[in-house]
């Protein structure tokens, strides 16, 4: 059974970054057969997909226009997951964060969720 | 980016009935070299994360009941769920991965009478 948890702060102040960590459980971030994926909801945007990384041959990552310029998705096969950097934050970043695998680019495993709040 | 948009925005309705949630994306998600349309349906009960439901527009997730199917092809897509239950009562999202970035409609909230 695969599993997702996220771990990572609920608080940031503006212009910080957020770095949030997703463990896998039962599966390999380094499967062939998967992608990693970042989500984001919020009342104002709904649900927004971030990006995602993903393995085949060599490392790949794929970032929605909106955050390209402050996002990074890293995997750490060493402890089996992945995270999501976010720089430059500001209030319009708050959101329940989701990651996710998807198989195929359906999202068919997600995480618990964490709440990030951009406050001073 | 492709816009998805769903219809109607609530519907409530009683136990034993249909529902039927609409989807229009702005562009045609059909791949024409595999006849695949790449859409999903995703069901969110509150403090949950969204569940997947269906893919490839008309695929059931394993452990999906069978009362939920998806139908559809191109721009339109549609979501139904017959002999409603009282567990059925959630957000319903649909989602294009067609192309990145892979968007989202606005959502349809599903209510019992």
């Known amino acids: 059974q695969v599993q997702l948890h996220q771990s990572g702060p609920g608080l940031v102040k503006p212009s910080q970054s957020l770095s949030l960590t997703c463990a896998i459980s039962?599966?390999?971030?380094?499967?062939?057969?998967?992608?990693w994926n970042w989500i984001r909801q919020s009342p104002s945007r709904g649900l927004e997909w971030l990006g995602r990384?993903?393995?085949?041959?060599?490392?790949?990552?794929d970032y929605a226009v909106s955050v390209r310029s402050r996002i990074a998705i890293y995997a750490d096969t060493s402890k089996n997951q992945f995270s999501l950097h976010l720089h430059s934050l500001t209030p319009e970043d708050t959101a329940l964060y989701y990651c996710?695998?998807?198989?195929?680019?359906?999202?068919?495993?997600w995480g618990q969720g964490t709440m990030v709040t951009v406050s001073s | 980016d492709i816009v998805m948009t769903q219809s109607p925005d609530s519907l409530a309705l009683s136990l034993g009935e249909r529902a039927t949630i609409n989807c229009k994306s702005s562009?045609?998600?059909?791949?024409?070299?595999?006849?695949?349309?790449?859409l999903a349906w995703y069901q969110q009960t509150p403090g949950q994360p969204p569940k997947l439901l269906i893919y490839?527009?008309?695929a059931r997730e394993s452990g999906v009941p069978d009362r939920f199917s998806g139908s559809g092809s191109g721009t339109d897509f549609t979501l139904t769920i017959s002999n409603l239950q009282p567990e059925d009562v959630a957000v319903y999202y649909c989602?294009?991965?067609?192309?990145?970035?892979?968007?989202f409609g606005q959502g349809t909230k599903l209510e019992i009478k």
């Open positions: 996710s695998r998807d198989r195929g680019r359906y999202l068919d495993i």
């Open positions: 039962g599966d390999s971030v380094s499967s062939t057969t998967a992608a």
């Open positions: 990384t993903y393995y085949g041959s060599k490392w790949y990552s």
């Open positions: 562009q045609s998600v059909l791949y024409s070299s595999n006849n695949r349309n790449y």
């Open positions: 490839w527009a008309s």
């Open positions: 989602q294009q991965y067609y192309s990145s970035p892979y968007t």
